[in-house]
């Protein structure tokens, strides 16, 4: 009998190793075992993961399982995470709250709705950790000034900004989940005696011995940093799971960006009136009356059009995620630097749906007509649906229903912003336009994440460039830069998943002509949990094989 281990053997083994990189993320992903955990984010830890990682890919290598799939992921997934730790960004990342690690950690726990007596305890045991986390953190960045790994200066002040309103507020954000009897007790003293002076500390850290040495605004991009090219290219293979350059992406951003101003001049036609594209663009960030009153009219437009595509969802898909999907608003500490909308997945046990936020932030500044768009795209048919289908795939092995693929779960996200309007979910040509105006940011993500990492960009030509050829308020230009600048190559997974979902569609109702059922497509799509988007292309060819075969 061989002592070789399956591939859903290495597979739960790999969910271990990437459940201990990102214990926070694994907890919101349902992954157990580590709900009471913080990163180790020392060197030493990160050479544990790395140790873990090379054995994992050398077992998988050596495979005979029949299981590719499976096999598959865990090629990518191990790649990826020995790319992450030679990237070193725990070292100079320092602001973004989706990136950065201590700013993550402040964003993303309060957002925890603990549920029952082991729950809080872990929650707890978390905040017991706090000192320890934060120094080993500061550690990291002094190694990374040392070895000439410098931030970005404006991320710098931007993270100490952070800190700042996070100390400052009235009631602390860690303070707010509820817990049951002495536990809240225990967390007031915990956060008196261990987590307030941890942060405190970092802030100081940060402002005396980070500040100053930071890269200026016109050296943002990986590409300066020693290694960094290299670096990058490996960042970008991680996101998008295919071997596309920086440079073929870059010329795939500029071309759609000038193929989507015919979108602009038909509808600008008939809302505007106006049917040149720099005008209309023009015309919907200047038009008072195309943003919002209020922070309610946001929220009450996101959750009707999220009930609007849950009702027509049956007759495009044949499975429904069993999971409720809220609305609510970005925490309020987390607006300035928070990207204008994400989901959260629900917990496995049911306690926590899943949740859409979106940024009320200066939200008389930000515009009304993407709302349909992202509503889709954030909650349903968009992540709420995939994620939701993945958990519930009892048959396949978690680590490709529960940890996510950035060019899988994004790419399918904005396939569904163009899939709804199939579905005659938009509301008007103005949320149309909303939906043009979508497809324009992700078109220019990819020019301008390879142009700062790969080219050499400064932020102000990345601003330059959104501000002109996309449709979003300055605040929003501001934030989605810093964001491209400290998370290098994830900005390009949403429209390469997209070009190569709708690419395998269009492929499949070719070779199946009237026998081609969107249901039966979209079900191909997600019934294997999340995977690397060329392992998607032989699921999807296989299918179309198997179904000739039969007619």
Known sequence: MSDEPTAAELADELLDVLATE???????????????????VSKAGDDRLRERAVRIAGLAARSTDPDRITLGVIAHHTESLLTRLDSRL?????????????????????QLEPSGEQAEEDYLARLAVFPEFFAALAERHRAGIAAGRTPVERAVRNAVDYLDRVLAAERHPLLVPPLTGDRVARRERLFAERVRPALVAYREMLAREIAGHGRPDDRPGLCWLDGGKESYAGLVKTHTTTGISPEELHETGLELGRALDEEYRRLGAAVFGEDDPVAVRRRMRTDPSLRWRDADEMITTATEAVVRAAAAAPGWFRRIPSAECVVRAVPEADGPSAAQAYYMPPSADGSRPGVYSTNTYRVTERFRFIAESVAFHEAVPGHHFQAGVSYELEEVPRLRRLVPLSAFDEGWALYTERLADEMGLYSDDVMRLGMVAEDSLRAARLVVDTGLHALGWSRQRCVDYLGEHCVLSDVEVQSETDRYIEWPGQALSYMTGRLEIQRMRAFAEEQLGETFDIRDFHDVVLKNGQVPLPVLGDIVRGWVTDTRRRE
Do not use: C, S
Not at 22 to 40: C, K, Q, S, W
């Open 22 to 40: 990102l214990p926070l993320m694994a907890t919101f992903d349902n992954v157990p075992g580590h709900d009471h955990e913080l990163r180790d």
């Open 90 to 110: 725990t070292e100079f990342v320092l602001a973004d709250p989706m990136a950065a690690e201590g700013i993550g950690v402040l964003a993303w726990l309060p």
